[in-house]
């Protein structure tokens, strides 16, 4: 049985997004920091691109794995405990990365530890836990500011992991790192609420509510309907291309730039990512959930193409600019379409189903792109894959029919209550 919590102030609400921030600022902060430390890893300990590409798909594929097992707990439990968990593994594995000295230990510690942990306490977990709290008026706009954390943590992580492998190198830098996520993301998880909102984002205030368009009994149910699998597929293409970040210093760097000018473009996207993250919840309020997800994969697919076929200094910022205001512009549609139309009681559920196609994207792509550089030495197979990729599903994601499926455009149902 669902367990739901009691009325809280509506302020309260603001503490739980304040708090999903947090974790994400962190987090996913660091795990965007694996790209500074890719070229100085496998030189140390003499492996190829492949291999460690291989353990971050690992991560990725795991995570993916077990989220809709974490997002179902989250539905029926409630985020607290669940999230407080996973951050403590997650900076504990952090942590070890320090004392890898084999592949199979960095497969348990990074791949299967950090993995695990990043399941139960994903951006997409801390989207749908926002959505249920917030109401629908404010919703995609809530959701973009969580992403928006997430994109100052990318911003401040990398540039601080670069400074601290600089002065320290990489070893060290985990261990500052693995530290500062458990000094800052446990407080955090734990001011989340036990339970669900009661309301689902209402304030507490009795309305009249019709089921969503596509709402089912059972989450199984969504799986015969088109419009989750053209989100899942759009979401697959999504993780595919975001997950190359973390190649994108070596890319840099293989093509001459030195490593401080690398992660200089990389906090421009950083940057970018913020403004795109906050404007796609206000856009899509405005022009519709599945326009803003067709623009920002098209945006996209420019970007990769720049750095395929513009040999140029400038690629680099013209990438950063166009990537950035895309890379997280998606999050917020997905999360508030998929509530829109399949219902909040089971957001968590579909939403880590999601997320689950957008890691085994991620993770393949991750992967391909180390095996592909070590046969070809270059990472243009992969830049041009997701080119393709992201071409497709910005044409899937406008044929999404949000108008016949979204309850925001349902007929307005009279108040029951004052």
């Keep these: 049985m669902t367990h739901t919590q009691p009325d809280q102030p509506q302020a309260y609400r603001w503490v739980i997004l304040a708090s999903a921030c947090l974790m994400g600022f962190m987090l996913v902060g660091a795990r965007e920091t694996l790209g500074n430390f890719l070229k100085p ?74 993995g695990s942990a990043t399941a139960g306490s994903s951006i997409s977990l801390t989207n749908a836990m926002v959505a249920q709290w917030f109401p629908a008026q404010r919703r995609a706009f809530a959701i973009s500011l969580n992403n928006a954390g997430v994109a100052l943590g990318r911003l401040a992580l990398l540039s601080l992991s670069f400074y601290a492998l600089t002065l320290y190198g990489w070893r060290s830098a985990h261990i500052f790192l693995g530290v500062a996520i458990l000094v800052v993301a446990i407080p955090a998880a734990l001011l989340l609420p036990r339970y669900q ?54 890319f840099a760097t293989d093509h001459g730039f030195k490593h401080a000018e690398a992660v200089t473009a990389q906090s421009t996207m950083a940057l970018m990512i913020f403004c795109g993250a906050l404007l796609a919840g206000l856009v899509s309020d405005r022009i519709g959930r599945k326009n803003v997800l067709g623009i920002a994969y098209a945006m996209r697919a420019v970007a990769f193409g720049t750095l395929l076929w513009w040999h140029h200094w400038l690629a680099l910022y013209v990438f950063a600019v166009l990537g ?29 189903l999601s997320l689950l196609s957008h890691q085994i994207g991620g993770g393949l792509s991750v992967w391909l792109a180390g095996k592909f550089f070590d046969v070809t030495g270059s990472y243009d197979i992969s830049f041009t894959l997701a080119t393709i990729a992201l071409v497709g599903a910005s044409l899937v994601s406008f044929g999404i029919a949000e108008r016949r499926y979204s309850i925001r455009y349902a007929p307005p149902v009279a108040a029951t209550g004052d």
Excluded at 68 to 82: C, E, N, Q, S, V
Excluded at 237 to 249: A, D, E, N
Excluded at 325 to 345: D, F, H, I, N, Q
Aim: hydrophobic share 45%; proline share 4%.
């Design 324 to 352: 950035g205001l895309s890379w997280l512009a998606t999050p917020p549609s997905v999360t508030a379409l998929t509530g829109e139309m399949y219902g909040m009681r089971t957001l968590g559920t579909l939403g880590g």
């Design 41 to 114: 890893i496998t030189t140390e300990l003499q492996w190829d691109r492949e291999t460690i590409s291989l353990v971050a798909a690992i991560n990725l594929w795991l995570s993916g794995l077990l989220q809709p097992f974490t997002g179902y707990i989250m539905d029926r439990f409630g985020p607290k405990w669940l999230m407080t968990t996973s951050v403590a593994l997650y900076g504990i594995g952090v942590l070890l990365v320090a004392f890898t000295h084999s592949v199979w230990y960095l497969v348990v510690v990074y791949g299967i530890l950090v």
């Design 197 to 250: 909102s009661s309301s689902t984002g209402s304030g507490g205030r009795a309305r009249a509510t019709v089921p969503a368009p596509l709402e089912v009994t059972h989450w199984t149910d969504s799986l015969k309907t088109l419009p989750l699998w053209q989100l899942m597929g759009g979401y697959f293409v999504c993780g595919m291309t975001v997950s190359l970040s973390i190649h994108f210093i070596a």
